[in-house]
């Protein structure tokens, strides 16, 4: 066996020669690989290319069609071997409260690698619906909802399983749904419906710094009221797509969830609807169902570093509305589909088709406007 032990070669180009066959590298150090933001990546990478993605601080890897993010830590739960476990390496996504047949404080959890019916994970501070999810990797957020107390922020944990702890309020009551984005250091609340009057949209848009206990801090405004949009983003960018004003729309509007602002056109839905859910990886965002003259089935995505209308994804196995998404780096959950809005669907975020069956809340109603998030979405 031979050796060729170099301290540095470059290329006319700036990078190494091919090296052919078997190649070992051992050094008492470390190794460095290209790197750069998102918007930089190569335009025709070959299948295997690996580099680290400056935006969003990871690993990724070329797969041939798109670009997979590569987890260099693991402090998410789940066991892939057993159903909903509370140990593991997977992704655990929260669904908060519920409208039907009344309000709720439950709090209910699966393993998103795994199939099954939620468990119990703890209660809100009060019974509530349409709550706001929003979540870091080890904390999970829930904001405002149709509750007596409709301005309060509470928390939870991902790690252990209990009730939820106050955190602050809203600048005002907030029956927000499932306009939310978060990275791993912001929640940002995007639009929501009013108390008083009932029914009525509000186009402010505001944030809080998930790692500690605050009040929400005004962010900017979206670009029209807007009620009951769904929300979806990576760690840079935050986006909202459809919603009433009261006049329902199919308008995706974005910002950037390091600054403040007011938020910017994006793209279109290929149709109008509001009671729509959204859910993301660190690439793609998907949105499901909603809700126009009829309740529909309909799931499309976008890019979300780009800009751009909505590309058809496949259907829901039924058409519904109010119902909440939350994901993993690679899967997707739509909970809340079909009559009694108990059933939860799952897709695989990366490729396209129809989605398949997950399993059941296991409360009654439990999918109804409920909030929802986990420890493993796209802007984490």
């Not at 590569?70 to 992704?91: F, K, Q, R, V, Y």
Request: charged share 15%; proline share 4%.
């Amino acid at each position: 066996m031979s050796e060729f032990k170099a301290s540095g070669f470059r290329d006319e180009f700036g990078g190494g020669p091919d090296l052919v066959g078997i190649t070992t590298f051992t050094s008492p150090y470390y190794f460095v690989p290209p790197s750069g933001s998102t918007a930089e990546r190569p335009s025709s990478p070959p299948p295997g290319m690996l580099r680290f993605n400056t935006d969003i601080g990871r690993l990724e890897v070329w797969r041939g069609d798109h670009w997979a993010t590569i987890l260099g830590e693991s402090p998410n739960l789940g066991d892939h071997n057993n159903t909903n476990s509370s140990a593991g390496t997977g992704t655990r996504g929260l669904f908060a409260s519920k409208l039907s047949p009344t309000n709720s404080n439950v709090i209910q959890y699966v393993s998103i690698s795994t199939l099954g019916n939620t468990q119990d994970f703890g209660d809100l501070t009060e019974l509530t619906a349409d709550v706001a999810g929003m979540a870091s990797r080890t904390r999970g957020i829930f904001a405002g909802g149709y509750g007596n107390h409709g301005n309060d922020i509470c928390f939870v944990t991902f790690a252990s399983t209990g009730d939820a702890t106050d955190f602050g309020d809203l600048s005002s009551n907030r029956r927000i749904g499932d306009a939310r984005v978060s990275s791993t250091t912001r929640g940002v609340m995007m639009g929501h419906m009013t108390f008083s009057p009932f029914g009525g949209g509000n186009n402010s848009i505001e944030y809080i710094t998930i790692a500690s206990a605050g009040n929400a801090v005004d962010f900017g405004d979206l670009s029209s009221v807007n009620a009951l949009g769904g929300g979806f983003g990576s760690s840079v960018r935050g986006c909202v797509a459809g919603g009433g004003t009261p006049t329902n729309v199919n308008t995706i509007q974005y910002i950037t969830i390091s600054t403040t602002g007011d938020a910017l056109d994006f793209g279109d839905l290929s149709s109008v609807r509001r009671e729509l859910a959204g859910l993301s990886n660190s690439t793609r965002g998907v949105t499901g169902g909603g809700y126009d003259s009829s309740n529909t089935n309909i799931m499309e995505f976008v890019t979300i570093a780009s800009t751009g209308n909505a590309q058809d994804f496949g259907d829901q196995t039924a058409g519904w509305a109010t119902h909440s998404g939350c994901s993993s780096p690679t899967r997707g959950l739509f909970g809340g589909i079909g009559t009694p809005a108990a059933v939860i669907d799952f897709i695989e975020i990366a490729t396209t088709g129809n989605a398949q069956d997950f399993g059941d809340f296991s409360q009654v109603g439990g999918g109804s406007r409920n909030g929802s998030t986990s420890n493993g979405h796209g802007g984490l």
